[in-house]
């Protein structure tokens, strides 16, 4: 019996390392990393390895990033292969929460390198009931460099009748999807709002979106305020409303 596990113990231990040889021939070249002590794998690589703990792999490879992060910080360098060590994390583990939410906080949602696209997209999918981190992803793909409003519409338009979500967030997708449409029709669009009962004490936000929309200074607020009120009254038309309001469209 004795001999027996002995010679299971070495079958393991010649599979695994045969799994080892095997993955790292197969796994392509890697980018040229500047930063001292980064490695980025590729995931087939590193299944490969793992045996099946893909977790447990997941994790180790993102606190092996974090700790070359938190070093680059310190000594004042710059590290930029977090977002494909995130990416190759959560490759492993799709519901390995934390580098989605650590991502979604650190990048700057007006950042032009957009490296952490399919992570994000990862992680809207992976916890889609998620409304803290649908909006930061939201605003990330809205502010980037392709400024994508219709589909920071979509991720967010889900939790307009989502009790747990703060009152602006459940209205927010009103937001992107006005301004992934053209310029006229977004504000036919915020007039129409005006008309809505429900939107009685939301006269301040819609003028506001017509703001951004029209991108004019704060010093035309009140006047565009005023505007909505009186069409929300049925003092003024829309089509009257309309014509004040594009004219104030800085050429």
């Given at each position: 019996?004795?001999?027996?596990?002995k010679?299971f113990?070495?079958?393991l231990a010649v599979?695994?390392?045969?799994?080892?040889?095997l993955?790292?021939?197969?796994?392509?070249d890697?980018?040229?990393?500047?930063?001292?002590?980064?490695f980025?794998?590729?995931?087939?690589s590193v299944?490969?390895?793992?045996?099946?703990?893909?977790?447990?792999?997941?994790?180790?490879?993102?606190?092996?990033?974090i700790?070359?992060?938190?070093?680059?910080v310190?000594d004042?360098?710059?590290?930029?292969?977090?977002?494909?060590?995130a990416?190759?994390?959560t490759r492993?583990?799709?519901?390995?929460?934390?580098?989605?939410?650590f991502?979604s906080?650190?990048?700057?949602s007006?950042?032009p390198d957009?490296?952490?696209?399919?992570?994000?997209r990862?992680?809207?999918?992976?916890?889609?009931?998620?409304?803290?981190?649908?909006?930061?992803v939201a605003l990330?793909?809205?502010?980037?460099?392709?400024?994508?409003?219709?589909?920071?519409a979509?991720?967010?338009?889900?939790?307009?009748?989502?009790?747990?979500?703060?009152?602006?967030?459940?209205?927010i997708y009103?937001?992107?999807?006005?301004?992934?449409m053209?310029?006229?029709?977004?504000?036919?669009?915020i007039?129409?709002?005006a008309l809505n009962?429900?939107?009685?004490?939301?006269?301040r936000?819609?003028a506001?979106?017509?703001?951004?929309?029209l991108?004019?200074?704060n010093?035309?607020?009140?006047?565009?305020?005023?505007?909505?009120?009186a069409?929300?009254?049925g003092k003024?038309?829309?089509?009257?409303?309309y014509?004040?309001?594009?004219?104030m469209r800085?050429?």
């Amino acid at each position: 019996m004795k001999l027996k596990n002995k010679f299971f113990a070495c079958f393991l231990a010649v599979a695994a390392l045969i799994f080892a040889v095997l993955g790292f021939r197969n796994s392509g070249d890697l980018p040229e990393v500047k930063e001292a002590g980064a490695f980025v794998p590729k995931t087939e690589s590193v299944k490969w390895l793992s045996l099946g703990y893909n977790s447990a792999a997941a994790s180790l490879l993102w606190v092996d990033g974090i700790i070359a992060y938190s070093e680059s910080v310190v000594d004042g360098k710059i590290f930029g292969w977090l977002a494909n060590l995130a990416d190759a994390s959560t490759r492993l583990d799709s519901l390995f929460k934390t580098p989605y939410t650590f991502m979604s906080a650190i990048v700057a949602s007006n950042d032009p390198d957009t490296a952490d696209y399919p992570v994000l997209r990862r992680g809207i999918e992976a916890f889609p009931d998620d409304w803290r981190l649908a909006v930061s992803v939201a605003l990330r793909f809205a502010n980037g460099p392709d400024k994508n409003f219709a589909f920071a519409a979509d991720i967010m338009r889900k939790y307009a009748g989502d009790t747990t979500a703060p009152p602006h967030l459940r209205s927010i997708y009103r937001t992107f999807e006005l301004q992934s449409m053209p310029l006229e029709i977004s504000i036919a669009q915020i007039l129409d709002d005006a008309l809505n009962p429900d939107y009685k004490s939301f006269h301040r936000s819609l003028a506001i979106k017509i703001l951004r929309v029209l991108k004019l200074n704060n010093d035309k607020l009140d006047e565009i305020d005023k505007i909505l009120e009186a069409v929300s009254k049925g003092k003024i038309e829309s089509q009257v409303a309309y014509r004040e309001i594009m004219g104030m469209r800085v050429n």
